[in-house]
Each structure stands twice: as structure tokens, then as C-alpha cells.
């Protein structure tokens, strides 16, 4: 059974940094598309980061620049580093996983099968 456990998550004022952890059980990241999602009140869930390899990420334009995506297959852990956090990014933050191991999908919100329970950031001005 697949289970992702987002953590790292909490209240920062603007300006700070926070870096969100996903642990996965029940399957590998290796070579498979995994992301970062957030929900904030009222919108539609949005896709914040992509990895589907070290060479191969993709970023919203509202993060880039700000957000650094990265995992460790090993020990099958997923990292989001934000920075510079703004109000704006004030959201739940999911860990999702998806079965595509060709990377052709990994934009596609609807393959990510997998996901975990979300952590809450909180960002004051």
C-alpha cells in the first residue's frame, strides 16, 4: 500500500523560508513523476513543483525562482525548499506520486494517483 507523509509545514512571516519533506512507503521514487501540489481557500488546486529526474523539473511561474524541488531515491524522500514565501503562498501543501515512469505525463495533474494527507503554510505579511 502506497502512503506519502508531507511534514515541515507551519507559520513564517514573509520573506522566510520553510522546507517540506514527503516520505514515501509502499513504492520507489525512482524514475516516476512526483510533485508538489498546494490548495488554497477557495482556488482550485495547482500544481507547484514537478520532478521526474534530477535534470528534469518544472516549476510554476508564480515559485520559480523562489522553490527548489529535489529527492533522494535512496531514501525515498522528497524535498520542496521555498524561499522568499509571500502571503500568496499560503495554501495546503500536498505530496503527490504518480505511476508514469516516462515522464510524458508528469504535467498532468489527473496521473497522480497518489497522495499524501497535505501540511498547512502559513505565510503573514
Known amino acids: 500500500q502506497v502512503q506519502l507523509v508531507e511534514s515541515g509545514g507551519g507559520s513564517v512571516q514573509s520573506g522566510g523560508s520553510l522546507s517540506l519533506s514527503c516520505t514515501a512507503s509502499?513504492?520507489?521514487?525512482?524514475?516516476?513523476?512526483m510533485g508538489w501540489f498546494r490548495q488554497a481557500p477557495g482556488k482550485e488546486r495547482e500544481g507547484v513543483a514537478l520532478?521526474?529526474?534530477?535534470?528534469?523539473?518544472q516549476y510554476a511561474d508564480s515559485v520559480k525562482g523562489r522553490f527548489s524541488i529535489s529527492r533522494n531515491s535512496a531514501r525515498n524522500t522528497m524535498t520542496l525548499q521555498m524561499n522568499a514565501l509571500s502571503p500568496d503562498d499560503t495554501a495546503m501543501y500536498y505530496c503527490?506520486?504518480?505511476?508514469?515512469?516516462?515522464?510524458?505525463?508528469?504535467?498532468?495533474?489527473?496521473?497522480?494517483?497518489?497522495w499524501g494527507q497535505g501540511t498547512q503554510v502559513t505565510v503573514s505579511s
Open positions: 503527490a506520486a504518480s505511476p508514469d515512469k516516462t515522464g510524458a505525463y508528469c504535467g498532468d495533474q489527473s496521473a497522480y494517483t497518489h
Open positions: 509502499g513504492m520507489t521514487f525512482a524514475t516516476r513523476c
Open positions: 520532478i521526474y529526474t534530477s535534470e528534469y523539473t
